[in-house]
């Protein structure tokens, strides 16, 4: 029987976070693609996958997404009557919680690019009884098309990874918070335990895109999927970012020793 271990030696992989970019490329996985690119290729990785968005969730995780996401409620601080952008928000999980939390008086508005996404989320919400005082805004988070100050939490989980360039998205994001607002990054990051490490990305790279190939017949978005994990910034680097982009009293919890990591921080 073939050990995973080995065949993990023999795989090579990037660096994580290696800027290795210059102003006119940016990282699509693994590849080196124009920025002006990446967009429509992430916009056709998830067109694809859509429709068993959320089944693959919960396949690819065993279940654990809800885990973390239950653990970045628990962090974000939202009460009755806040306001709170679910950005890159795909089938809303976020925001069917969220809308309950914040009440009548409160609003959600669940904002993603991708079209497909947004029409899966509002479907389901609305299957769910989630009504109301939800609104779904098709937006680039890299640009955000809301005034200054609008929201007390934006919540992007697992959605800053795919965007083309992040420091804009998170200076957009500092920019739509109000002052006392908090901003909550949930998203793939770097395993801190060795062992773990090299059976995760054995998992990552071997098995998840097989279950993507016999679930949703698309092997290469989960292929995707492993390798913008892999090249996404690490815990500090992340933190750094939303340094550079004004947010203060920026810290992160690792979750599932590393797998998953929530950034949370400050406008003030
Ligand atoms: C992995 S899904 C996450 C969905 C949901 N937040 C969750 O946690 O289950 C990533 C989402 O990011 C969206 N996305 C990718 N690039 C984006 C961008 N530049 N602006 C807004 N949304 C984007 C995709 O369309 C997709 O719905």
Not at 15 to 41: C, D, I, L, R
Not at 68 to 85: A, E, M, P
Request: glycine share 8%; with cysteine.
């Amino acid at each position: 029987m073939t050990n995973p271990t080995n065949l993990l030696q023999n795989q090579s992989f990037p660096e994580q976070s290696q800027p290795t970019t210059n102003e006119e490329t940016t990282h699509f996985g693994f590849k080196t693609v124009a920025k002006s690119e990446k967009q429509q290729m992430v916009a056709n990785v998830f067109h694809s996958v859509a429709g068993k968005y959320d089944l693959m969730n919960d396949l690819l995780s065993f279940g654990i997404h809800r885990v973390w996401k239950r653990f970045t409620i628990d962090c974000s601080g939202v009460r009755k009557g806040h306001k709170v952008l679910d950005l890159a928000g795909g089938t809303g999980d976020f925001t069917a919680k969220f809308s309950r939390i914040v009440g009548e008086t409160g609003e959600v508005i669940l904002a993603d690019i991708n079209d497909s996404m947004l029409r899966v989320g509002r479907e389901k919400l609305r299957n769910l009884g989630v009504v109301g005082n939800v609104n779904y805004v098709q937006a680039n988070a890299e640009a955000l098309p809301f005034p200054d100050n609008t929201f007390d939490c934006v919540i992007i989980s697992f959605g800053l990874r795919n965007v083309t360039d992040k420091d804009k998205a998170l200076r957009s994001m500092f920019r739509v918070l109000k002052p006392g607002g908090r901003l909550l990054v949930l998203e793939f990051s770097k395993p801190i335990l060795d062992p773990l490490s090299k059976i995760y990305h054995f998992y990552s790279f071997n098995i998840l895109p097989k279950i993507g190939e016999v679930v949703v017949n698309d092997g290469d978005s989960y292929r995707y999927l492993a390798e913008s994990i892999r090249m996404h910034p690490e815990q500090d680097i992340l933190k750094q970012m939303m340094n550079d982009a004004g947010f203060e009293q920026v810290s992160y919890y690792n979750l599932s020793a590393g797998i998953v990591a929530l950034h949370r921080g400050y406008k003030f």
